[in-house]
């Protein structure tokens, strides 16, 4: 099994841009999870989806901030416009089913805002 | 609310020293418990979990922790340290059912001197 795949690896983009983070689950997993790591807030959970309906967004920080998952093995973090106090690393993790056993995580992608 | 603290936010020990990473949770009833670990520039890797049953688990890399109800602890333990074994170290918490979704410490960054 390839684990998580994150894409890109890294990303530089100017204030202003569009990003698009990209991420496809191991097969099988149908819950979904983004989180956002920064040094001065720590793994923070943005948003998870179960079978591909987003089931708890609070932890989106605002509306620039949005996530897809057109299907079991895609899905998407966009921001739009990029500030650059969104430069984090984002991860994104799986899970094989709601409770019972832990979240695999992706590499993650390292934005950076400038 | 849910939460979880890791309260020791750097810790340093030298190599061969026996090591304990302090989590307390807070949580309605008994979670799921989980140690990632987090080397840089990495993803986050599944140590070991604890769902019900014996409350010592073994790890993987010898690692080991025991969960304590009446303390709401879930403490990491190593007998002896590698200095490969240096990197972050986050204690999260998942839900046995209903919306789940993992919640993390802000993790604790292990040094190891040769």
Known sequence: ?114 | AQSVTQPDIHITVSEGASLELRCNYSYGATPYLFWYVQSPGQGLQLLLKYFSGDTLVQGIKGFEAEFKRSQSSFNLRKPSVHWSDAAEYFCAVGAPSGTYKYIFGTGTRLKVLA
């Open chain 1, 1 to 114: 099994d390839a684990g998580v795949i994150q894409s890109p690896r890294h990303e530089v983009t100017e204030m202003g841009q569009e990003v698009t983070l990209r991420c496809k689950p191991i097969s099988g997993h149908n819950s979904l999870f983004w989180y956002r790591q920064t040094m001065m807030r720590g793994l923070e959970l943005l948003i998870y989806f179960n079978n591909n309906v987003p089931i708890d967004d609070s932890g989106m920080p605002e509306d620039r901030f949005s996530a897809k998952m057109p299907n079991a093995s895609f899905s998407t973090l966009k921001i739009q416009p990029s500030e650059p106090r969104d430069s984090a690393v984002y991860f994104c993790a799986s899970s094989p089913t709601p409770g019972g056993t832990e979240a695999f995580f992706g590499q993650g992608t390292r934005l950076t805002v400038v």
